[in-house]
């Protein structure tokens, strides 16, 4: 049974910095797409970042560009997202996914992911 498990989420100050790990219970990780979803409270989840099969693409939400950085390790199964310079407005339940195949184009869409993980809380305080 594939598993998603993220950790990594807490507490921390507007300008402070968290990084995010998701392992992957695939056998065959490295033939997935694996993405980053976000949640705040009262609103819909929103694509945040996504990286390719090998990590050589990456696709970012217009506002984490340049703050938040996703990266994955195929021999451990993990996925990261480093975010920096942390907002208020970040805040929200964070949710990694895996896909595959993901349609080109279409790494933004929710329902190309397969798999999902549990969530890991973001607060930033202001």
């Known amino acids: 049974q594939v598993q998603l498990v993220e950790s990594g989420g807490g507490l921390v100050q507007a300008g402070g910095s968290l990084r995010l790990s998701c392992v992957a219970s695939i056998r065959t990780f490295g033939a997935y797409g694996m993405a980053w979803f976000r949640q705040a409270p009262g609103k819909e989840r929103d694509f945040v970042s996504a990286i390719n099969r090998s990590g050589g693409s990456t696709d970012y939400l217009e506002s984490v560009k340049g703050r938040f950085t996703i990266s994955r390790d195929n021999a451990k199964n993990t996925v990261y997202l480093q975010m920096n310079s942390l907002k208020p407005e970040d805040t929200a339940v964070y949710y990694c996914?895996?896909?595959?195949?993901?349609?080109?184009?279409?790494?933004?869409?929710?329902?190309?992911?397969?798999?999902w993980g549990q969530g890991t809380q973001v607060t930033v305080s202001s």
């Open positions: 996914a895996a896909g595959s195949p993901i349609r080109l184009g279409r790494r933004r869409d929710q329902s190309e992911y397969d798999y």
